[in-house]
């Protein structure tokens, strides 16, 4: 019991992608009073003139109990009346927005062309939700990752959903990422947490971006926070999207320690799924402890048992 109220003290910063990242997410939340998720915004995307950023969302609806609890992203329950009227209307509908979702998009780009920043959006967005973590853009300037491929340079919608993430990736270029300031309150989210976790999202396009904005990675190699990544891939595989096929061919090892090696200074902790357990004296190797457990997160209780024991793990391998 005392150890709870412990865990509930703690301010927990947690830097997220896509649907990995949102699930870990979820469990930190119930279980931290003081939680902070800096979130990756380089997928965003403008379709039908709106402005769609889809990874602040599947965080956001995740931690609001509303995410489409099979795709992980979009609402559960959902319709899709308005885009079978762009359908009709002769519209390309390659990227599946339904009708609640599309609210979202409307009252952001709203918003955001009456010249609010994207961070005070989302946290309207987020509290109208009933989300109770402060969510935070990386930046409220624009930024977009480009993924060059043998077939051409696509932005990451098209390469991902257009394209089914298909193509081998050469390169990865993030757009804008020279001007893009830190959103308010990032740097000291992380100068300021007792804990800093790196979701087990994708460490190219999802983490990546977020690591690349003007000061982010200088604040997670100087805090005094417990650092602890965890691993989005799994016996060498993906647990979704592209991670692995980006590795190999990006010239990294296709592993769990292929990442490890990318987060080198600025975690103290990796986790490894006991699948990997082999990997672990060359994780420690790189100067990080490791904690090895299931990292797959299938039930809605994995989300929160995962979470517990990164945090622990906070403490009991310091
Ligand atoms: N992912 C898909 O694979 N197909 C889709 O049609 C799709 C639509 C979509 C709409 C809104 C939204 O917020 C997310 C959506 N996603 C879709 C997920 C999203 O594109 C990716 O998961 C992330 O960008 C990767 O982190």
């Known amino acids: ?43 965003d995307a403008e379709i039908y003139g709106l402005s769609i ?14 995410a489409d609890p099979v795709a992980g992203w979009g609402v559960v329950d959902e319709t899709y009346t308005t885009l079978e009227a762009m359908a009709a209307l002769g519209e390309r509908t390659w990227f599946t927005l339904g009708d609640r979702d599309l609210a979202t998009h409307v009252v952001r780009s709203a918003r955001r062309r009456a ?48 394209r089914r993430h298909r193509d081998e990736v050469v390169g990865i270029e993030l757009d804008g990422i020279e001007d893009a300031a830190p959103a308010p309150g990032v740097l000291a989210a992380l100068t300021e947490a007792d804990v800093v976790v790196l979701a087990p999202s994708n460490p190219f396009v999802s983490i990546g971006p ?6 982010v990675r200088q604040a997670l190699a100087g805090t005094s926070a417990r650092r602890i990544g965890v691993s989005p891939i799994v016996g060498g595989q993906a647990l979704k999207g592209p991670a692995a096929q980006m590795l190999a061919s990006l010239g990294h090892e296709v592993s769990a320690l292929g990442v490890a090696r990318l987060y080198v200074g600025l975690v103290d902790v990796f986790v490894l799924d006991g699948a990997d357990r082999a990997l672990a004296g060359a994780v420690e190797d790189l100067g990080m402890q490791v904690l090895v457990t299931s990292t797959v997160m299938r039930e809605v209780e994995d989300r929160r048992r995962l979470a517990a024991e990164v945090l622990a793990a906070a403490d009991t391998t310091r």
Not at 20 to 43: M, R, S, Y
């Open 53 to 66: 950023s889809p990874d602040l969302d599947t965080v956001m609806y995740t931690l609001a109990g509303i």
């Open 115 to 162: 010249g609010v920043p994207l961070s005070h959006v989302t946290a309207g967005l987020a509290s109208a939700l009933g989300v109770r973590a402060r969510l935070l853009p990386m930046t409220d300037d624009r930024v977009a990752t480009m993924v060059d491929t043998a077939s051409g340079r696509f932005d990451f919608q098209e390469y991902f959903v257009g």
């Open 210 to 215: 977020v690591l690349a904005v003007a000061g």
């Open 1 to 43: 019991m005392l150890g709870d109220v412990v865990i509930r003290r703690r301010s927990v910063t947690a830097l997220a992608g896509g649907v990995g990242g949102a699930k870990l997410v979820q469990g930190l939340d119930a279980l931290v009073d003081d939680l902070t998720v800096v979130v990756n915004t380089a997928d």
